[in-house]
């Protein structure tokens, strides 16, 4: 590889991707810094992937906080609730692809949820069902929210 591009890339990372497109859009294929291209298309592929999951995990977050906690429910959980939801659409519709991965997502997020929600709610983790008790359709949907559960409202 050509230790100038490897440099650019190292350094300026923009005006690295600037050389690779101008290189691409004119034919010269041969010239492409191929190794640093699938690293980035991989770093791409994992950093979406990541949004999704760190949002669902919010999103659940949340979920859990408004059902257990209804007594101390304020507009801000309710407002992260539809921007999280929101989000995840914008990238589902930008990588319908990560769908078929989304029931896994949830499961894999649902502790750190958990543990989130009763570390900010002050109640014990036992408080929250040990398997997710939404479904991924029902977490996504704009219009759903949990049945508040006021027994478990405040520690």
């Avoid at 010269?28 to 999951?53: A, C, H, P, T």
């Avoid at 002050?122 to 759903?144: A, C, G, M, N, W």
Wanted: aromatic content about 8%; charged content about 30%; hydrophobic content about 35%.
């Amino acid at each position: 590889m050509d230790d100038h591009l490897n440099s650019l890339y190292e350094t300026d990372a923009l005006i690295w991707t600037e050389h690779q497109i101008a290189l691409l859009r004119t034919g010269q294929f041969d010239q492409l810094d191929l190794e640093n291209i699938i690293s980035e298309l991989g770093y791409q592929e994992r950093k979406d992937k990541r949004e999704v999951e760190s949002r669902i995990e919010l999103l659940l977050h949340h979920l859990l906080k408004y059902q257990f906690q209804p007594t101390r429910s304020c507009n801000s959980w309710l407002r992260t609730i539809k921007t999280q939801r929101k989000h995840i659409a914008k990238v589902l519709k930008r990588m319908p692809s990560l769908r078929r991965n989304l029931d896994e997502y949830v499961a894999d997020e649902y502790p750190g949820a958990i543990k989130d929600a009763a570390a900010e709610t002050h109640l014990p983790r036992s408080t929250f069902p040990k398997e997710v008790p939404y479904t991924t359709d029902q977490i996504l949907d704009e219009d759903f929210f949990p049945e508040q559960n006021e027994k478990a409202a405040d520690p």
